[in-house]
């Protein structure tokens, strides 16, 4: 069975042999869940012949593959997405419709594998997407987490985290491939003895170890032959049980190696943006990074007997800092298992990484504690040092600096490890994720690195599938542009800017506000049986999903909503277009600030939800456990699309494309991809207010801003702030958000108001003015959110993968034939 001869009355049998062999039922017995797992092995038996075809194609050609290290992915469900891909949606929907099943409710049935905290995690996901579509040899390698990131619900306005229990009733895509398992070493020490040639050989002793077994999920291109795999390691504990070590007392040692293979993959840190520096999370760091590098090589040296073409066969991608330890590991495996001396191992080591950053937060740059460091991977740590001495000397003697000027750019310093910049010393190509964030990092953070190594820096903006976040999640948008621009869109984006033939036709106005209508409609019962509110879908949707962060300034967007109701509230006739505000945002369990900001979002929620004076101008929604599978009924719901981080400090951003893409206009600063948004659409057609980076950047370094003074200065502002302590939103307990009010304007020891919120909110204002404006005029709006989705073309992550795959991967595109 392919998906090219694929027929709806195999299909049918494949789903009720399963049921049958699997559960012993017939189909009217089985639970929805059942039928999702019995459906979903069907599809996988289609997948695995394209697949095996796939690695038979990589075998006899050979070609240079991109290993894409992640700690994250953030794949979202698979089977929707795969049958998608396959091209055999159709024949699917068939066969379920004549079984009476409804398909979506067997899709809801799948859990949504969570394995990554947001917009890093997803774009690892969209890119594996865009590289099995584009027929680039690629692996995805990360952690087969136990539990990925929490499940949120809300009670009494505040976030509960509850475990994500994705595997609870297995994984039907998954294979186990025991064959695959690797060793990985833990703690211990290292001995150093001379070996006769006077060569150093380093032994490690009294080490903890476990065992990384691979699972491997298939990743499915868009309508060509390619399944590409995505490999997450699992880790058990290697039970080399013989009577003379138990009597040795070693029966503790094997049951910390259980305990240590137990925990590493036990849960995805929920982080995001801030570093912590905890032992688990370097072991896990360690464990998939080393699993991943040795069994590279391994595979390597069945096909090479020349260790030196490595760089011409392999590329490890280093997803920001977390899997860096590629580096100092492949060095280790060259220099103490190839037996290859240092300079040949840095110089293939320093041709086969390559590393993207994807923030500038200073909270979120990984570095180790090298008590920490050294204790847990003695060797590795050697061999970091040795890079570090290295880099100074050449510091000193080709650049010249003083040796007083070397702590700034050390490796090592101050009692720990900088993974950034030994990222950027053992990697070739070092890039940005949007083309202000990558001025930024040459310019301001790692300015002395970019004048070290100008060639390695260049940028890759980010991007987006739209075959998950269009042709799947927008299935009544895909059809119109399909039957008016034809449907090569789907594999190249750029065609869409076809539609701008059609942003004055009324007709077509009018399609495209009906189905942005229907998709508001869709989104409406959605919150209706999450949240029990019932919200108009003729008001403006406004939307801001995101991770809960206070740069992302869902703070700035909660405090002008209690400015609106104010005005409602003041002037009986104030006029504006009904207003839905939509949030959906995890904060990281640790994160109170963000944890307060969420409930003040859902104070300001109840009362205004329930206030019958206003006439429902205004509704407040939070929608709990903001997730891939919610966000693709989300996007195509947004008339507004909420991008206010402060200017700088959003790397990139996603989500902002997600929304254009759906025909959304953005609301926003010209802040990461942003700017090129704009670029790509027009200011016309977006609303764009506040401080431009270079002003933001200015303040920080000048400290000249005092929020006090634009207090006293705004009497709207000023009533607002108070109504955060004088218990407005909360009778009951008036100081609850006195943190938040004290934040914004004395700060307590940091600079108050950091991002900026109270120095924007006017311009935001009046931004948020011209949205009610424009959205008044019907055709105006319409042509904007019709030029929005016309001019997106950019933000594909295929454009994204095809500059990876040229100009830092050099892959070359290896198409698998199943018919020859
Ligand atoms: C160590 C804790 C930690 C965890 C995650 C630090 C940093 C991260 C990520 C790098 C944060 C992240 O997801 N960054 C986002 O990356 C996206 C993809 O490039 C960008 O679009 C976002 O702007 C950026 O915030």
């Known amino acids: 069975m392919t998906r090219w001869d694929l027929t709806a009355e195999e299909f049918k049998e494949a789903v009720l042999e399963n049921i049958k062999n699997q559960f012993r039922r017939t189909i009217d017995q089985a639970t929805k869940e059942q039928i999702f797992q019995a459906v979903a092995l069907a599809v996988k038996d289609i997948i695995v012949d394209e697949w095996i075809e796939t690695h038979k194609t990589y075998e006899t050609k050979d070609p240079k593959t991109v290993y894409y290290l992640s ?8 089977l929707g997405n795969s049958i998608l891909n396959l091209r ?17 409710i067997i899709e809801d049935q799948e859990p949504d594998p969570g394995l990554g905290n947001g917009g890093l995690g997803r774009l690892a996901a969209c890119f594996l997407d865009s590289l099995a579509t584009l027929d680039y040899p690629a692996y995805g390698c990360g952690i087969r987490y136990r539990y990925g990131i929490f499940e949120q619900q809300i009670v009494d306005g505040y976030q509960v985290e509850r475990p994500d229990e994705w595997l609870k009733n297995g994984n039907p895509f998954e294979i186990k491939r025991e064959e695959y398992g690797v060793e990985v070493k833990f703690l211990g020490s290292v001995r150093v003895v001379k070996e006769p040639n006077g060569r150093d050989k380093f032994i490690h002793e009294n080490y903890q170890s476990v065992r990384a077994v691979p699972y491997d999920i298939p990743i499915v291109g868009y309508n ?100 860096s330890l590629a580096i ?37 740059l990984e570095k180790w504690p090298v008590e920490l460091f050294s204790r847990l991977l003695p060797r590795i740590y050697m061999i970091v040092e040795e890079i570090n001495r290295r880099f100074n000397h050449f510091l000193i003697k080709d650049y010249m600096v003083k040796k007083e000027h070397l702590h700034r750019m050390a490796i090592i310093a101050d009692g720990d490890i900088r993974m950034a910049y030994m990222s950027i010393v053992g990697s070739y190509s070092v890039n940005g994720v949007a083309r202000l964030h990558t001025e930024i990092i040459k310019q301001e953070v790692l300015k002395d690195f970019y004048q070290v190594y100008p060639n390695k820096f260049n940028s890759k903006t980010n991007g987006i599938t739209q075959r998950r976040f269009l042709l799947l999640a927008n299935p009544a948008l895909a059809t119109f542009i399909t039957e008016r621009i034809g449907s090569g869109w789907v594999t190249d984006l750029p065609q869409l800017k076809g539609l701008e033939t059609y942003v004055d036709r009324e007709e077509d106005q009018k399609l495209f506000m009906a189905i942005k209508q229907h998709n508001k409609e869709r989104l409406a019962d959605y919150i209706k049986e999450h949240e029990g509110i019932n919200v108009d879908p003729h008001s403006i949707f406004d939307i801001q999903v995101k991770r809960l962060h206070e740069y992302k300034r869902q703070l700035m967007n909660i405090l002008h909503v209690m400015y609106l109701y104010n005005q409602l509230k003041e002037h009986s006739d104030y006029d504006m277009v009904p207003r839905t505000f939509i949030f959906g945002a995890k904060a990281a369990p640790g994160y109170r600030r963000a944890k307060l900001i969420i409930k003040l979002i859902n104070s300001v929620a109840d009362v205004i939800n329930n206030d019958p004076n206003i006439h429902h101008k205004i509704k407040v929604v939070f929608i709990e456990n903001y997730c891939v599978s919610n966000a693709q009924i989300i996007f195509s719901a947004a ?8 200017a700088s400090k959003e790397a990139s951003g996603t989500g902002n494309m997600k929304f254009m893409l759906n025909g959304a ?29 270079q002003e933001v950047i200015r303040f920080q370094h000048t400290g000249a801003y005092n929020p006090w003074d634009i207090y006293n200065k705004n009497k709207d502002i000023r009533k607002v702030l108070i109504q955060l302590i004088n218990g407005y939103y909360m009778p009951d307990d008036p100081d609850l958000f006195r943190e938040i009010y004290d934040a914004l304007l004395d700060g307590e020891g940091q600079p108050p108001d950091p991002y900026y919120i109270l120095k924007d909110f006017e311009s935001y204002k009046e931004a948020q003015k011209k949205v009610d404006e424009a959205y008044r005029d019907k055709k105006r709006w319409a042509k904007m959110a019709m030029l929005n989705t016309a001019n997106s073309g950019k933000f594909s992550s295929d454009r994204t993968i095809e500059q990876y795959a040229t100009e830092i991967w050099g892959l070359q595109k290896t198409p698998v034939d199943i018919r020859k």
């Open 71 to 78: 700690m994250e992915f953030l794949m979202g469900r698979a």
């Open 88 to 104: 055999v949606y159709d024949v699917v929907k068939e066969v379920m419709d004549a079984l009476d099943i409804d398909l979506n």
């Open 224 to 323: 060509n032959y390619t399944v590409n795999t995505l490999r997450l390691w699992d880790a058990e504990a290697i039970r080399k049980f013989d009577l003379e070590s138990f009597d040795r007392g070693e029966y503790h040692k094997a049951v910390e190696q259980e305990n240590l293979a137990k925990t590493i993959v036990e849960v995805l840190y929920p982080n995001d943006n801030h570093y912590q520096g905890k032992e688990l999370r370097l072991k896990q760091q360690y464990f998939f990074v080393s699993a991943t590098v040795q069994q590279v090589l391994r595979k390597f040296k069945q096909k090479h007997t020349h260790i030196g073409l490595l760089p011409e066969k392999v590329v490890f991608h280093i997803n920001d800092t977390h899997p």
């Open 328 to 364: 100092p590991e492949l060095m280790r495996l060259l220099l103490d298992e190839e037996g290859l001396e240092w300079d040949e191992a840095w110089a293939l080591t320093t041709k086969t990484c390559a590393y993207t950053n994807h923030t500038i937060m200073s909270e979120a």
């Open 639 to 646: 008339d507004v699309s909420e991008q206010i981080s402060t």
């Open 665 to 693: 206009v953005t609301l926003g600063t010209m802040d990461g991809a942003n700017i090129e948004i704009v670029e790509e659409v027009g200011e016309e057609n977006s609303f764009i207010f506040g401080m431009s980076s």
